[in-house]
């Protein structure tokens, strides 16, 4: 069975820039999770989709965006790109989407703004 | 205070030693917990999850949860030096799916 992959695993932007991240899911999965990982801050939630819609959103400004297909493939956009956003994206899906904290990570697009 | 906390290490343990990892939440009313193992340059791996009170075991390792006190810690038993990597501790509030509040991560060591 195939994991989660994630286009495109690394790539380089200049400020202002808007940059779009996919995430296949592991076949199955319904639920996507997008997270943001830096040294400084750690592991920060970024939101979630569930069938095509939305379920959880963190905290970070409306910059960050994201959407679901039909075939629960999940993109993520980040527009007027800062040199903050530097990071490794990670998604994760997840297969009861429910109760479940149980989280299958791809192996992230690691994004670097100059 | 961070929802999620956990000291950073880096926690080095022998060989075939105990090692002790924990965690402590902010919020009582969080549901679940979570152990993810992150090997340096890779993706974060689910090792352990524990919903109940007590202790739950799985193999090498052992979660324990005491929701009164507000603390999750995981023991690994026999210690191997492929057990070296990031430990992150995450807590699921409220059964909210796929959000997870992570801990920085506590980073093991373990000498041969």
Same mark, same amino acid.
């Given at each position: 069975?195939?994991?989660?992959?994630?286009?495109?695993?690394?790539?380089?932007?200049?400020?202002?820039?808007?940059?779009?991240?996919?995430?296949?899911?592991?076949?199955?999965?319904?639920?996507?999770?997008?997270?943001?990982?830096?040294?400084?801050?750690?592991?920060?939630? @970024?939101?979630?989709?569930? &069938?095509?819609?939305?379920?959880?959103?963190?905290?970070?400004? +409306?910059?960050? !965006? $994201?959407?679901? #297909?039909?075939?629960?493939?999940?993109?993520?956009?980040?527009?007027? @790109?800062?040199?903050?956003? &530097?990071?490794?994206?990670?998604?994760?899906?997840?297969?009861? +989407?429910?109760? !479940? $904290?149980?989280? #299958?990570?791809?192996?992230?697009?690691?994004?670097?703004?100059? | 205070?961070?929802?999620?906390?956990?000291?950073?290490?880096?926690?080095?343990?022998?060989?075939?030693?105990?090692?002790?990892?924990?965690?402590?939440?902010?919020?009582?009313?969080?549901?679940?917990?979570?152990?993810?193992?992150?090997?340096?340059?890779?993706?974060?791996?689910?090792?352990?999850?524990?919903?109940?009170?007590?202790?739950?075991?799985?193999?090498?390792?052992?979660?324990?949860?005491?929701?009164?006190?507000?603390?999750?810690?995981?023991?690994?038993?026999?210690?191997?030096?492929?057990?070296?990597?990031?430990?992150?501790?995450?807590?699921?509030?409220?059964?909210?799916?796929?959000?997870?509040?992570?801990?920085?991560?506590?980073?093991?060591?373990?000498?041969?």
């Amino acid at each position: 069975k195939a994991g989660v992959t994630q286009t495109p695993r690394y790539l380089i932007k200049t400020r202002g820039q808007q940059v779009t991240l996919s995430c296949s899911p592991i076949s199955g999965h319904r639920s996507v999770s997008w997270y943001q990982q830096t040294p400084g801050q750690g592991l920060q939630f @970024l939101f979630e989709y569930f &069938s095509e819609t939305q379920r959880n959103k963190g905290n970070f400004p +409306g910059r960050f !965006s $994201g959407r679901q #297909f039909s075939n629960s493939r999940s993109e993520m956009n980040v527009s007027t @790109l800062e040199l903050g956003d &530097s990071a490794l994206y990670l998604c994760a899906s997840s297969s009861t +989407g429910g109760k !479940s $904290g149980e989280l #299958f990570f791809g192996e992230g697009s690691r994004l670097t703004v100059l | 205070q961070k929802e999620v906390e956990q000291n950073s290490g880096p926690l080095s343990v022998p060989e075939g030693a105990i090692a002790s990892l924990n965690c402590t939440y902010s919020d009582r009313g969080s549901q679940s917990f979570f152990w993810y193992r992150q090997y340096s340059g890779k993706s974060p791996e689910l090792i352990m999850f524990i919903y109940s009170n007590g202790d739950k075991e799985d193999g090498r390792f052992t979660a324990q949860l005491n929701k009164a006190s507000q603390y999750v810690s995981l023991l690994i038993r026999d210690s191997q030096p492929s057990d070296s990597a990031t430990y992150l501790c995450a807590v699921n509030k409220d059964n909210q799916g796929g959000k997870l509040i992570f801990g920085q991560g506590t980073e093991l060591s373990v000498k041969p």
